[in-house]
């Protein structure tokens, strides 16, 4: 399975910005996906997660709650993250992962990442 990440940026405080991840390479359906953040030196985060059978979410931080939003396109097998209300703090390189077996998060599969930049 491969995962390819786009959207990342440099955006204002309080700006918007939408990370697509893209799906391929799998024969089976996925089974969760979620979106992740990592600095040098820090513990990765998760963030939102998402199961693609599921309307809602599964899992979404404290530190993101009411501000980003997971989405997924099953037939493009894409997975999308909405971040509204940017702050400087979530200057970060985000990933998405994906569980293909219904093993758990983070699964076995990971984007190589996107750069976020937020100015304050």
């Known amino acids: 399975v491969q995962l390819v990440e786009s959207g990342g940026g440099l955006v204002q405080a309080g700006g918007s910005l939408r990370l697509s991840c893209a799906a391929s390479g799998s024969t089976f359906p996925i089974h969760a996906m979620a979106w992740y953040r990592q600095r040098p030196g820090r513990q990765r985060e998760e963030l939102v997660a998402?199961?693609?059978?599921?309307?809602?979410?599964?899992y979404v931080a404290d530190s993101v709650m009411g501000r980003f939003t997971i989405s997924r396109d099953n037939a493009e097998n894409t997975v999308y993250l909405q971040m509204n209300s940017l702050k400087p703090e979530d200057t970060d390189v985000y990933y998405c992962n994906a569980d293909l077996n219904d093993s758990g998060l983070p699964g076995e599969y990971w984007g190589q990442g996107t750069q976020v930049t937020v100015s304050s």
């Open positions: 998402a199961t693609t059978s599921s309307a809602a979410s599964i």
